[in-house]
C-alpha cells in the first residue's frame, strides 16, 4: 500500500518539483490533491525508504503494562522502555534506532484530556493519529529539523512563507540556557530570523513525568492565512495559527529531587497530528471538512431528522446541531478503536472514561440530532470504512463493537429513564426553604448510573433549585485522587532509572544470568530446584549506583547470576532470601539473612530489592534462597493458566481472546473476552476441559526459539507484548519441534510465555472456577483456584447444597404456619443467600443454588406477607371494635413486625377513609417505638408525613413518607406518653 501511494503522489508531481505546484493549489481554495491516506502513507514511506527508517506498527491505545496511563496518549509511550533504558535486551525494540509509524492515540481521561472541548471547536478530538519519527541514539536536532523541514516543504509542497518555527528559549531558574544549536540550525535551513521564535519551559521543553528523560522541544506552525506577519498568533491559541509538528530534543533525565542530568544517549521524538496535517494539505480550516470526517457526517445526517453539516461553532451555533454532528464523528472513532483493542465501557479506569464518551455521543444523537436508538453503532462500518485500511482490526471487530455500543446505549437510556424518577422523588419530598439538592443523590446519580452532571443541573434548573458545587466538586477531586493513586500504583518496588542502566552498561556490568530459574527437575513426586551463589555486581539506593549499603537501608542488588523470578508475564516475582558468604567464620554469629522483598527486571538486569540487615559491598558472595514452596504454587498456578486459556477457546470457539491474567500463590486471575457471562454448562465443560488434562498427567514442554519462527506454529496464543527474540514457547503433551515441524493436526495448549511451569499436569490435581463475572461488557473475569483449595470449594459447595435442600424442605413444611417463623425462615434464606454469593464454591454451582434461593426468597417473602395482611386484618377488626370510626384514632399495637403495624394502619384507614389513624408498637425489651400513621387524601392541614417526623423526632428517632402514608421509630421508656403527645399534635394541626 505504501509503495502505491507514493507511487501515486509522483505521478501526481510529473517531472520533479512539480508537485509543489500543484499541491500548493489547495492553500488557494482549489480541490484538495491528497487524500488523508496517501498523507499518511507518504509520511511513513518519506522515512521509511528516504530516510532508513523502521517501520513500526501502531499499539493498540490499551497501553501496555503502564499503570501511569489510561490509554495511549502520544506516538512515544511504546517506545518508553528505550528512552527508559529498561527494554528487553533480546527484543527487537532493542535494536530499534531509525523508527517510523503512524499510532492510534486517545486524549480522554487523565493529563491530556480534551473530552469536553470535543464539538465546540474545529480541531479537538478523542481520537487522533500521530505521525512521528524517532531516532535512539542515532541522529539529532540537525537531521531531524532538516527532514521534518524537507517533508513539509518539498514533498507536501506547504509554501514556506505559511511556516513559523519555535524554540526554547531557556530557563534560568532551572539553570537552562537558551536552545542557540536549533535556532542555528533552523537559519541554516532558511527560516527568516523574523519567524523563529523563543518559548520558555510551557511551550518548548518536553518531559515524560515528574522524573524521566526531557528536553528541548521545537515546533513548527502553520498559517492558515497567509500573506501577513502571523508571530504574535503562535502559541496563541488562535485556530488561524496552528502547531502542526513537534520536534523534542530529548537529552537530559529529570531526576526525583527536579534536578537535570545529561543523559548518556540523546534521542529524538517527534509527533504530528494527521488530522491536523490533512487538514492544512487539503486546505480546510476544520478537521471535520476532511475525507478523514466527510464520510461520517454524511451517514450521520441520513440517520438523524436535523439539516445537514453546517460547520457552526460557538454561538452561532445556538441549537448546538453542528456541535453535535462533531461529537458523534469524534466519538464514534475513539468506540471503535478502543473496543476493537480491547477497551470497553465500564466502571473504572479507561472503562469509566469510555462509558462516558459513549454515553455523551447518546445524548448528543438521541436529544440534538433526534436519530433514533442505534443510529450510533450504525456509523461503526463507516469507521472501519475509512481507518480500516491502515488498521485492519477495525473490519474484522465490526460487528462486536455495533453490539457493545447497541448493549451500552440501551443500558443509558434506561439508566437515564431511571434517574429522572429519582430526581423528581427527591424533588417531591424536599424541604425547598433553602433550593439545595442533596449532593449525595448527584454523587450517587453520576457514580452508579453514570448520569450527566450538566443533565442534572438543566433539570433542578427547571424547578429553580441548585447542587452544592463546592461539596460535589470536592467528591469528584476525592474520586480523581483515588483513580490516580490506583492507576500509578503507589509502587514502592525500586526501579533503576535511565541514566543508572547506562552507567550499567558503561561499567560493563553484564546483564543478569537468570536461567537457573528454569533449571529445576522432579525426583518422583518432588521438585528440586537448583543451588545458587552470585556476586554482587552493582547496588542500587533508588537514585545512583553506590558501592555499599549500611544495616536499614532499603536498595537494589543486582547479582551476577540468579535463581529467582522476577515479577513478569502476569506471574508473581519470587520470594525467599540471601546469606552473605563468609558470616560462618564468626563461631558466635549466625548467618545473617537479606529477605527479599520484591525482583524486577530492568533493561537485562534482575533487581533484588531488599533492606540491608547489615553492612552489604559489590563484590560480596551470597547464597540464594528460594521460598520453594512459593514458586511451586506459581508454577502450578500458570500452568493451569494455560490450561484454562486453551480450555475457554476449545468450549467457547475462536473469538475467546486473552485479555490478561495474574499468577500468584494462592490463585489465578485470567480476563478474556466473550459476549457475555457463561453459562452453567460451559463453566462445566471449561472445568472438566482442564481436569481431564491434568488427569491424563500430561508432559509440558518448553523450548527457546527464534521469534518470526515461533509465530508460525499453529494454534499459537498470544497477548498484546513486546516478546524477547528468542522467545520460550510452552506446550502441554505435543513437543514444541513437533508442533513447528506441523507433524500433528492435535490441538493443544501451545503459547509464547517466559513464566514458570511445572514439568508435569498432574500436580495442578484439580482446578475450581470460583468466580467469573463480566468486567465491563465484552469481558468477563475468571478466578480459580486449584489442589487443596478446590477440593474445599468443592466441599463447600456440597455442605451448601445440603442447607438449600433442607431449607427448601423447612419452607416447605411451614407453608401454613405462624407469621413468626417465617419471618424466621425468610431470614435464613437471605443468610444463606450472602454464604452463597461470598463463600469459594464452583461458580456453576453457586449460579444454581442463587437460582434456587431466589425462588426461595420469593416463595417465603409471598408466606410473609399472607400471614402478615392476616395478622393486620385480626388487629384492625379488633382496633375498630375498641376505638369505632373515630376522627382521630391514635393506639398501640402488640407487634415487632413495622409491616404488620403498616398494614393495620393500611387496613383501619380503608375501613374509616375519614379517619387520621396512627398506631405504635413498643418493644419493651429494647425500648424501640415503631410508629405508623396515615390520614385522609384531602387531609392538607396534617400531611401523614408531617405527623409521624414530629413524633419519631420527639422520640429521638426519624421518619419518612408521602402527604398520605408515613412510618418512623423512636426510643421511649412510657408508651403512654408517646400516644397521648402524638394525639395532642394532631388534634393542634387539624383543630379537632
Known amino acids: 500500500m505504501f509503495r502505491f501511494g507514493l507511487w501515486r503522489l509522483r505521478q501526481l508531481g510529473g517531472p520533479p518539483g512539480l508537485l509543489s505546484d500543484r499541491s500548493a493549489r489547495s492553500f488557494s481554495g482549489c480541490p484538495p490533491e491528497l487524500p488523508a491516506a496517501l498523507v499518511r502513507s507518504t509520511f511513513l514511506e518519506f522515512f521509511r ?73 474545529v480541531y479537538h478530538h478523542t481520537f487522533f493519529e500521530m505521525l512521528g519519527n524517532w531516532s535512539f541514539g542515532d541522529y539529532f536536532k540537525e537531521e531531524a529539523c532538516s527532514m521534518a523541514w524537507n517533508l ?14 519555535s524554540y526554547f528559549a531557556g530557563d534560568a531558574r532551572s539553570g537552562l540556557s537558551a536552545d542557540e544549536e536549533t535556532r ?14 523563543p518559548f520558555g519551559l510551557k511551550e518548548n521543553f518536553w518531559e515524560m513525568g515528574e522524573s524521566g528523560p526531557c528536553g528541548p522541544c521545537t515546533e513548527i506552525h502553520y498559517d492558515h492565512i497567509g500573506g501577513r506577519d502571523a508571530t504574535k498568533l503562535v502559541n496563541a491559541d488562535s485556530p488561524d495559527v496552528v502547531e502542526i509538528w513537534n520536534l523534542v530534543f530529548i537529552q537530559y533525565n529529570r531526576e526525583t529531587d527536579h534536578s537535570l542530568r545529561l543523559l548518556p544517549q540523546f534521542s529524538v521524538d517527534t509527533g504530528m497530528g494527521l488530522e491536523r496535517l490533512v487538514s492544512v494539505l487539503q486546505g480546510k480550516r476544520s478537521n471535520y471538512d476532511t475525507d478523514l470526517f466527510t464520510p461520517l457526517l454524511h451517514a450521520i445526517h441520513q440517520r438523524s431528522k436535523v439539516g445537514a453539516y453546517g460547520v457552526l461553532t460557538g454561538a452561532a451555533d445556538q441549537r448546538k446541531v453542528d456541535m453535535a454532528y462533531r461529537v458523534v464523528a469524534d466519538h464514534i472513532r475513539t468506540l471503535s478503536v478502543c473496543i476493537a483493542d480491547g477497551v470497553h465501557p465500564g466502571m473504572s479506569g479507561a472503562e469509566l472514561v469510555l462509558r462516558r464518551i459513549l454515553r455523551r455521543a447518546v445524548r448528543f444523537c438521541v436529544e440534538v440530532l433526534q436519530a433514533p436508538q442505534g443510529a450510533l453503532a450504525s456509523l461503526v462500518p463507516t469507521v472501519a470504512h475509512t481507518l480500516g485500511g491502515v488498521y485492519p482490526e477495525l473490519h474484522t471487530e465490526v460487528d462486536r463493537i455495533m453490539d457493545i455500543v447497541n448493549e451500552n446505549e440501551a443500558h443509558f437510556l434506561s439508566s437515564l429513564q431511571q434517574g429522572s424518577r429519582l430526581i423528581h422523588r427527591t424533588l417531591n419530598k424536599m424541604d425547598y426553604k433553602h433550593g439545595v439538592f442533596p449532593v449525595s443523590v448527584v454523587w450517587s446519580l453520576h457514580r452508579d448510573l453514570g448520569f450527566p452532571l450538566d443533565l442534572v443541573d438543566l433539570m433542578l434548573e427547571e424547578r429553580g433549585v441548585q447542587v452544592d458545587r463546592q461539596e460535589l466538586d470536592r467528591l469528584i477531586a476525592e474520586n480523581q485522587k483515588v483513580a490516580s493513586e490506583v492507576r500509578s500504583g503507589e509502587q514502592s518496588q525500586l526501579m533503576l532509572d535511565v541514566v543508572s542502566l547506562a552507567e550499567l552498561q558503561r561499567l560493563t556490568v553484564p546483564h543478569t544470568d537468570d536461567s537457573l530459574k528454569y533449571r529445576y527437575r522432579q525426583e518422583e513426586e518432588q521438585y528440586v530446584f537448583p543451588e545458587c551463589s552470585a556476586t554482587v555486581l552493582a547496588l542500587y539506593d533508588g537514585q545512583t549506583l553506590v558501592s555499599e549499603v549500611t544495616e536499614g537501608q532499603r536498595c537494589g542488588v543486582i547479582l551476577d547470576r540468579t535463581c529467582f523470578y522476577s515479577e513478569q508475564g502476569g506471574q508473581s516475582h519470587d520470594q525467599g532470601y540471601f546469606t552473605r558468604d563468609g558470616l560462618q567464620v564468626f563461631p558466635v554469629s549466625k548467618d545473617v539473612l537479606f529477605p527479599v522483598e520484591h525482583v524486577v527486571v530492568a533493561g537485562g538486569y534482575v533487581v533484588h530489592q531488599v533492606t540491608a540487615t547489615e553492612l552489604l559491598k559489590t563484590g560480596d558472595k551470597v547464597h540464594l534462597h528460594l521460598d520453594e514452596s512459593h514458586r511451586w504454587s506459581c508454577m502450578v498456578r500458570h500452568t493451569a493458566t494455560h490450561l484454562l486459556n486453551f480450555s475457554l477457546k476449545t468450549v467457547l470457539g475462536s473469538s475467546v481472546h486473552q485479555r490478561g491474567s495474574h499468577v500468584s500463590a494462592d490463585r489465578l486471575r485470567f480476563d478474556f473476552t466473550v459476549k457475555g457471562s457463561l453459562s452453567v454448562s460451559q463453566l462445566q465443560q471449561v472445568e472438566k476441559c482442564v481436569n481431564d488434562i491434568v488427569s491424563a498427567n500430561q508432559i509440558v514442554h518448553s523450548q527457546e526459539l527464534p521469534l518470526q519462527t515461533a509465530r508460525s506454529i499453529k494454534g499459537l496464543r498470544t497477548v498484546d507484548e513486546v516478546y524477547p527474540d528468542p522467545v520460550r514457547v510452552v506446550s502441554v503433551a505435543v513437543p514444541v519441534s513437533e508442533l513447528l515441524d506441523d507433524k500433528t493436526d492435535r490441538q493443544t495448549s501451545v503459547e509464547l510465555c517466559c513464566g514458570t511451569h511445572l514439568l508435569k499436569t498432574g500436580a495442578i490435581e484439580d482446578l475450581v472456577i470460583v468466580s467469573e463475572r463480566q468486567m465491563v461488557k465484552g469481558i468477563s473475569r475468571i478466578i480459580a483456584v486449584t489442589g487443596q483449595e478446590a477440593t474445599r470449594a468443592r466441599e463447600a459447595g456440597q455442605v451448601l447444597s445440603e442447607d438449600v435442600d433442607s431449607l427448601a424442605a423447612r419452607l416447605t413444611d411451614s407453608a401454613h404456619s405462624h407469621l413468626d417463623s417465617a419471618q424466621r425462615l425468610a431470614k435464613e434464606v437471605g443468610v444463606l443467600s450472602d454464604t452463597v454469593d461470598t463463600t469459594p464454591i464452583p461458580q456453576w454451582q453457586r449460579r444454581e443454588l442463587q437460582h434456587r434461593l431466589r425462588a426461595l426468597q420469593r416463595s417465603s417473602n409471598t408466606a410473609v406477607r399472607r400471614l402478615e395482611t392476616r395478622e393486620a386484618a385480626g388487629n384492625a377488626q379488633a382496633l375498630l371494635e375498641k376505638n369505632g370510626r373515630k376522627v382521630l384514632l391514635v393506639d398501640s399495637l402488640e407487634t415487632d413486625s413495622l409491616s404488620v403495624l403498616m398494614k393495620t394502619v393500611n387496613q383501619v384507614s380503608a375501613v374509616s377513609p375519614l379517619s387520621y389513624v396512627m398506631l405504635l408498637a413498643h418493644q419493651r425489651h429494647s425500648g424501640k417505638v415503631l410508629c405508623a400513621c396515615q390520614v385522609p387524601k384531602d387531609a392538607n392541614s396534617l400531611p401523614a408525613s408531617d405527623w409521624a417526623l414530629a413524633l419519631c423526632q420527639h422520640l429521638g428517632g426519624s421518619a419518612g413518607g408521602t402527604a398520605v402514608v408515613a412510618k418512623g421509630t423512636g426510643s421511649s421508656s412510657d408508651i403512654t406518653e408517646a400516644l397521648r403527645w402524638a394525639e395532642e399534635f394532631a388534634r393542634h394541626k387539624t383543630q379537632r
Open 49 to 121: 525508504k528516504k530516510h532508513g527508517h523502521l517501520l513500526v506498527p501502531s499499539s493498540p491505545v490499551r497501553p501496555r503494562g503502564d499503570p501511569s496511563l489510561l490509554f495511549v496518549n502520544a506516538g512515544m509511550n511504546q517506545f518508553k522502555p528505550v528512552f527508559l533504558g529498561t527494554v528487553d535486551p533480546r527484543s527487537s525494540m532493542a535494536s530499534y534506532r531509525r523508527v517510523v509509524n503512524s499510532q492510534k492515540c486517545v486524549r480522554a481521561g487523565g493529563k491530556h484530556n480534551d473530552l469536553e472541548d470535543v464539538g465546540r471547536d
Open 152 to 165: 513539509l516543504t518539498e514533498h507536501y509542497g506547504i509554501p514556506a512563507d505559511r511556516l513559523y518555527v
Open 184 to 197: 542555528h540550525i533552523w537559519l541554516d535551513i532558511g527560516v527568516p530570523p523574523s519567524r523563529l521564535l
